[in-house]
Every structure is written in structure tokens, then in C-alpha cells.
């Protein structure tokens, strides 16, 4: 798992979704929980930068966990068959945090079919201070199903049932997130809902809202 993480790390920093020593990354086994440690630069992560924390949080080895694991601990929460988890900064994903949603269920319109196959409706959560437990306390409770979030004017966390999904997931987020600033003011045509409903019900992935 921790080289894993390792090169998780450093592919995220090469696509240039991760700058500096912002995001985190974290796996799941069991109630074992290995996430990099607070201020980890991912293009530089190395074994020793990964800590080991309870599912309740708990740190029990390694370097002080990233102060954002209360996210991590709810995306692990919500989506109970998933063993990992991703947020990043990634600057098209921190612009469209920076902008009102599309609707109340996701930041994003359905733009592409890869967009709603691999990541799905993307609910845009209320800012607080990163850091801030309450931030996980949102993203827990949030009423509709997700696998990918954007957190007001702050990144976006996405988790899957591996961490190449949740990494995947990750990129095409960002990606969707350019082609929506892309696209913005000139009325873009999105999915029609029948293809929206096949697309979700083949891949696994959540979309409620209405096409419109």
C-alpha cells in the first residue's frame, strides 16, 4: 500500500494536478487507514511520508497525518466499498470551486460521457477552513450519492474502490472542470438523460439531477 501511495504521488504531481505541497492521498484496509503526512509533497513522496491512522482518526504511526483526514474519513464513510481517496488542488477544479454550482446536486453539467461514467454527479460542499473537521462533517452528510466533490474555493476529493479508480476519477475531474471553464457563457449542449441513465447504470456512478 505505501508504495502505492508513493507513486500515486508522484503521477499526480507529473500531471500537474497536485502544485507544491498541497493534497493528500489515503487507502483503506480495514480500520487501517496509510495517508501522507501533513505538508507531504506528492512529486517527492517517500515511504517515510506516510502515516497511519484509525478509522476513527486515531494517528498510530508515522509522520502527523494530513490535516484534511477528517475528508478522507468521510469519503470512507459514505462510500463504504471504497479502499481510497484523493484530493488535490488541481487549478481548473479550484476555479470552478470558486464559482456557483450548476445545480444543487453537481458543480458540473454533464458535459461527457466520460465525465458521468467515471465520476458522476459532483456536489459542490460549503467552504470551511481547510483543515476544519466541520468540512468532513459535510461531506459525510451530504444527502445525495457521490464518489467526487468539489470544496468551495479549496479542490476537489474524489474516492473509488482502488486507488488507480479514485485517481482516475481525479484526472477526469479536472478535466471536465477545464472543459466547463472552456465552454462557459456559450450554452453547451450536455447529455440527454436517457444517456445519462445508461451511462450511470453501467458504470456504477450517481446522477440525479435533471438534464436541463
Known amino acids: 500500500m505505501i508504495d502505492e501511495l508513493v507513486a500515486a504521488g508522484h503521477r499526480l504531481a507529473a500531471a500537474g494536478i497536485s502544485p ?7 487507502m483503506r484496509d480495514g480500520d487501517r487507514i496509510l ?6 509533497d506528492l512529486g517527492r513522496l517517500r515511504a517515510a511520508d506516510i502515516a497511519e491512522v484509525g478509522a476513527d482518526g486515531t494517528h498510530r504511526a508515522g509522520p502527523r497525518p494530513s490535516k484534511e483526514v477528517a475528508v478522507h474519513l468521510a469519503m470512507y464513510a459514505r462510500n463504504p466499498g ?4 484523493v484530493h488535490v488542488h488541481s487549478p481548473h477544479a479550484v476555479a470552478v470551486a470558486c464559482l456557483p454550482p450548476w445545480s444543487e446536486a453537481s458543480a458540473l ?7 458521468v461514467m467515471r465520476v458522476g454527479q459532483t456536489p459542490l460542499i460549503p467552504y470551511r477552513a481547510p483543515g476544519d473537521p466541520e468540512l468532513g462533517t459535510l461531506v459525510a452528510g451530504h444527502p445525495l450519492e457521490f464518489r467526487a466533490a468539489l470544496l468551495a474555493n479549496h479542490g476537489q476529493v474524489t ?5 488507480d479508480d479514485a485517481l482516475t476519477a ?13 465552454t462557459d457563457g456559450r450554452r453547451p449542449r450536455t447529455l440527454e438523460a436517457a444517456a445519462i441513465a445508461e451511462l450511470t447504470g453501467r458504470n456504477g456512478t ?7
Open 20 to 26: 507544491g505541497t498541497s493534497g493528500n492521498l489515503s
Open 35 to 40: 495517508i501522507t503526512g501533513t505538508g507531504a
Open 82 to 85: 471504497h479502499t481510497a481517496t
Open 109 to 115: 453539467p454533464p458535459l461527457t460521457p466520460y465525465f
Open 159 to 163: 474516492s473509488g474502490t482502488s486507488l
Open 170 to 182: 481525479a484526472v477526469e475531474l479536472e478535466e471536465t472542470c477545464r472543459i466547463a471553464l472552456l
Open 206 to 212: 450517481a446522477w440525479d439531477t435533471p438534464a436541463r
